[in-house]
């Protein structure tokens, strides 16, 4: 790391003389430390060679630098570049480069790299400035679909507000001040309350709602992701009794989990064991994952989804249109449901593009014998709507804004 440092500094200063810029794109390639953890060490790092020289031979030029930052990054400097258009051009290069899979043994592994670009002199004039600064954008692309992000200093206000709220969130977990509550789903057939989405919140009840992801990543920080799910998994199947015993409601309740959750060890054990604790059929459990949990998924997590399924419970796919990869799990994994997030398509009955991807969505789940949940549904208008288009249930503001278990029984128990 050192020498690397010093030969960009070197770089930088004729640059400095020169007048030139040069641009560092910071690849998270995001795949070595679970070969590692996997396979081992010696496979990490005959990938992780075999990665760089993708970079060599694919992307960088003869005086372009290479560097290794950390067990899971390349740092590249693209010297003698006057705009972030060449640095975007290279950040393709580098995802096709990384397109093909690489080996561990006989298995083929696929790297899912984030790339952060900064460049000099606009986003830094420094070595330790630019590399911070595509560390930043690398963070930030990781969320995103295209993969790369080019620095901006909106993204270092984001991680301090990121950085405060994971701190937050732990002091929550480890207080016990994290609890659930409730976005009820209407099935359009019949037009009554069908189950449930359970929502952490913090605060104390304030509906303070925090996103499962945050949540979680946070109780890892903490040491207590397992038990963040387990306190979650076990809330909500109280509650779920309680709709049963005390409000005559025999719902189906949807959980998030996460990609680091479905690798907890003995997950699908805990919850069997849950389901029996509350008597409830495994059939009443859904199982929420994301796109962002698919794309992380390793062996570990499909095989605890498989897994979940053979008990019993049903599994659901949270707006896969977000990114195609996604899409591929539909055919591999035996998902039950899909769940179509109208936020991502706002106005669509004024927006022909946005209601024809909502349709398309909507065939592509009927082709896939999935039924399909239309969720941030806000308005009469566009109930009718998705319903018109085939939907099966719906949630959202225009049936209600999350309860507790208490208002659950209040509003829609018989």
């Given amino acids: 790391m050192k ?51 993708r970079l060599r031979s694919s992307v960088l030029r003869a005086g372009d630098l290479l560097g290794e930052v950390g067990r899971d990054g390349f740092a590249c400097v693209l010297d003698e570049v006057q705009s972030d258009g060449i640095a ?67 993204h270092d206000g984001a991680e301090l507000e990121q950085l405060r709220c994971e701190s937050r969130l732990r002091r929550a977990i480890v207080s016990e001040a994290l609890d659930v509550v409730f976005q009820p789903q209407i099935e359009f057939r019949s037009g009554l309350i069908s189950g449930v989405e359970t929502l952490i919140c913090a605060g104390g009840g304030e509906m303070a709602i925090v996103a499962t992801r945050e949540a979680t990543e946070a109780a890892q920080s903490a040491g207590l992701a397992s038990e963040l799910t387990r306190r979650i998994l076990n809330a909500a199947m109280r509650s779920c009794a309680d709709f049963r015993d005390s409000g005559g409601l025999n719902l189906r309740f949807g959980v998030n989990l996460t990609a680091n959750s479905l690798r907890q060890p003995g997950l699908t054990d805990a919850v069997a064991r849950a389901l029996d604790t509350w008597n409830l059929r495994p059939g009443r459990l859904v199982v929420e994952v994301n796109e962002t949990a698919m794309l992380e998924a390793s062996p570990e997590s499909c095989t605890a989804l498989r897994q979940l399924k053979e008990i019993g419970t049903r599994l659901s796919i949270d707006d896969p249109g977000a990114g ?59 109930a009718a709507r998705v ?28």
């Avoid at 400095?16 to 496979?43: E, F, M, P, T």
């Avoid at 911070?132 to 963070?139: C, I, L, W």
Wanted: hydrophobic residues 45%.
């Fill in 3 to 53: 020498s690397f440092l010093e030969r960009l500094r070197a770089r930088l200063e004729q640059r400095r003389a020169d007048g030139k810029g040069l641009a560092l794109l910071l690849v998270d390639c995001g795949i070595v430390g679970r070969i590692d953890s996997v396979w081992g060490y010696a496979a990490g790092d005959a990938v992780r060679e075999h990665l760089g020289s």
């Fill in 88 to 154: 975007l051009l290279a950040a393709e290069k580098i995802l096709g480069a990384f397109d093909a899979p690489v080996f561990a043994g006989e298995d083929e592994i696929y790297a899912r790299p984030a790339i952060g670009i900064a460049a000099f002199p606009g986003h830094g004039d420094s070595e330790v400035a630019l590399l911070r600064h595509a560390s930043s954008a690398s963070r930030t692309a990781r969320d995103r679909s295209e993969r790369v992000a080019v620095y901006a200093e909106a």
């Fill in 324 to 382: 195609f990869a996604s899409l591929a799990f539909l055919a591999t994994l035996p998902f039950d449901e899909m769940k179509i997030d109208l936020s991502r398509v706002p106005d669509m009955l004024n927006v022909p593009k946005h209601e024809a991807l909502v349709q398309a969505m909507i065939e592509l789940a009927r082709r896939s014998k999935l039924e399909v949940v239309a969720e941030g549904v806000d308005s009469e208008a566009v």
């Fill in 387 to 414: 319903k018109e288009l085939g939907c099966d249930y719906m949630q959202g503001m225009h049936v209600s804004p999350p309860l507790d278990a208490a208002g659950v029984i209040r509003e829609f128990g018989r």
